[in-house]
């Protein structure tokens, strides 16, 4: 069982900057798919970046990229989302999410172990 707690979220004006943090805990990060979601209100959930178990590879959704980037410290066993540049739209209910991936010519994952939860809002 993995357990994912999340933390660093909060209020900030649009063009600033978060990082959100995951620490995990019952399986060693580095051996799963770890990721980001977010979720806005009334809107569903989407991915925002993923870091695959294989030495740093990583992939982010279209929006993101440039802006937020995903890291992992596996001494510490967290994974860790910088977050510049934020826009209004940027407001969310950010996930943590672990599980296994699979690589049959390109990764996949199946997250199966979530956080609760961190809250982004960003004013204009």
């Known amino acids: 069982q993995v357990q994912l707690v999340e933390s660093g979220g909060g209020s900030v004006q649009a063009g600033g900057s978060l990082r959100l943090s995951c620490a995990a805990s019952?399986?060693?990060?580095?051996?799963?798919?770890m990721g980001w979601f977010r979720q806005p209100p009334g809107k569903e959930r989407e991915r925002v970046a993923t870091?695959?178990?294989?030495?740093?590879?990583?992939s982010y959704a279209d929006s993101m990229k440039g802006r937020f980037t995903i890291s992992q410290d596996n001494a510490k066993n967290t994974l860790y989302l910088q977050m510049n540049s934020l826009k209004p739209d940027d407001t969310a209910m950010y996930y943590c999410?672990?599980?296994?991936?699979?690589?049959?010519?390109?990764?996949?994952?199946?997250?199966?172990?979530w956080g609760q939860g961190t809250q982004v809002t960003v004013s204009s």
């Open positions: 999410a672990a599980g296994w991936g699979h690589y049959g010519g390109s990764w996949s994952c199946d997250f199966d172990y």
């Open positions: 019952g399986y060693t990060v580095s051996s799963l798919c």
């Open positions: 870091f695959y178990p294989a030495g740093g590879v990583t």
